[in-house]
């Protein structure tokens, strides 16, 4: 049996939030709106050198567990000025929590 792991991370200058998804495509669906909420702010040009205090990271990750202990992952991002955390976060919650009362 596989276990799996949906998830969506925002980094910023040190700090870090992270929520689960129980399947892909609600985070896919979730990361999306995310991103096209603050496209005007993403970082053009995203360069290996920058320092992280100049950018906020929003990350997708997937991580599949197989039977024998190994497992799998693939990581997307997207890099967004620096100045968003919060309003990012805020806008994540938010969001994150309506999910979470449809499950209710």
Same mark, same amino acid.
């Given at each position: 049996?596989?276990?799996?792991?949906?998830?969506?991370?925002?980094?910023?200058?040190? =700090?870090?939030?992270?929520?689960?998804?129980?399947?892909?495509?609600?985070?896919?669906?979730?990361?999306?709106?995310?991103?096209?909420?603050?496209?005007?702010?993403?970082? =053009?040009?995203?360069?290996?050198?920058?320092?992280?205090?100049?950018?906020?990271?929003?990350? &997708?990750?997937?991580?599949?567990?197989?039977?024998?202990?190994?497992?799998?992952?693939?990581?997307?991002?997207?890099?967004?000025?620096?100045?968003?955390? &919060?309003?990012?976060?805020?806008?994540?919650?938010?969001?994150?929590?309506?999910?979470? =009362?449809?499950?209710?």
């Amino acid at each position: 049996m596989e276990n799996s792991v949906y998830s969506m991370e925002i980094l910023y200058s040190g =700090k870090y939030e992270s929520w689960e998804f129980e399947d892909r495509h609600k985070r896919d669906e979730f990361y999306r709106k995310v991103v096209k909420q603050f496209d005007g702010q993403k970082v =053009k040009g995203q360069e290996e050198d920058v320092e992280d205090t100049q950018i906020v990271q929003l990350s &997708s990750n997937n991580v599949e567990i197989k039977e024998d202990g190994k497992y799998d992952q693939d990581t997307s991002y997207e890099w967004f000025e620096y100045d968003i955390f &919060s309003q990012m976060l805020d806008f994540i919650n938010k969001e994150y929590d309506k999910l979470d =009362k449809l499950k209710k």
